[in-house]
């Protein structure tokens, strides 16, 4: 290729690029405009929302080996995902936002949280050929399941946070797989968590 055509390619490569850099942020901002969901609705339309990127709206729950999304509208334990974090996730997310969320983490367990997710339903699970059929649904039920102590149905990766506010306190938290017709009350000021498998981490030391 000549100087003169390499001279001339340039303007049009710079364009593409620009073109390009548009259309990528153009889709970002398109996903992060779009209508917010209540998480009780994406929980419940597992089929609809599996591996879809998702605008959601509930509340982030954190601490001990526990990092959960729930909605208060909906907080059966079974309903609740286990949270994690893309690799760029604070790349993406204002630090201002990151700091809050994390500051109301550290002090009460929990922040509302609108964040940009995608949303994962129950793994599928290969069960090997002559699996007694009580073993078989032994390894569904527990290898499709998310987090510590595979406890979790569903999985949220966090990709964006968008907005971040305090938790009222009258906010149920998650209901726990022992006791679903009892609200699960940690005491945040000694940050016991109750995980929904019905046991509880010991508190920190104050």
């Known amino acids: 290729m000549s100087r003169l055509e390499s001279f001339r390619l340039k303007p049009i490569l710079c364009a593409l690029l620009l073109c390009a850099s548009a259309v990528a942020v153009a889709q970002s901002n398109e996903r ?3 209508l ?49 974090y893309s690799p760029d996730f604070r790349q993406r997310s204002s630090p201002a936002l990151v700091a809050a969320m994390e500051k109301l983490l550290k002090a009460d367990g929990r922040a509302e949280t609108d964040v940009l997710v995608e949303f994962d339903g129950p793994k599928p699970v290969t069960v090997p050929y002559g699996t007694s059929p009580d073993l078989a649904a032994v390894m569904r039920e527990t290898n499709s399941r998310y987090g510590h102590a595979n406890q979790f149905r569903f999985r949220v990766l966090f990709l964006q ?39 509880a981490d010991s508190p920190k030391p104050q």
């Not at 954190?62 to 995902?81: H, K, Q, R, V």
């Open 32 to 34: 992060n405009e779009q």
């Open 161 to 199: 946070v968008l907005k971040v506010n305090p938790v009222e306190h009258s906010a149920p938290w998650p209901q726990s797989a022992a006791t679903p017709d009892a609200e699960t009350k940690p005491s945040p000021s000694a940050y016991t968590l109750l995980h929904e498998s019905g046991h």
């Open 36 to 84: 917010s969901i209540a998480y009780c609705n994406v929980a419940g339309h597992v089929a609809r929302y599996d591996h879809k990127v998702v605008r959601i709206q509930g509340v982030y729950r954190s601490g001990g080996e526990i990092m959960s999304f729930y909605d208060p509208s909906c907080p059966a334990a079974n309903l609740t995902a286990w949270v994690d």
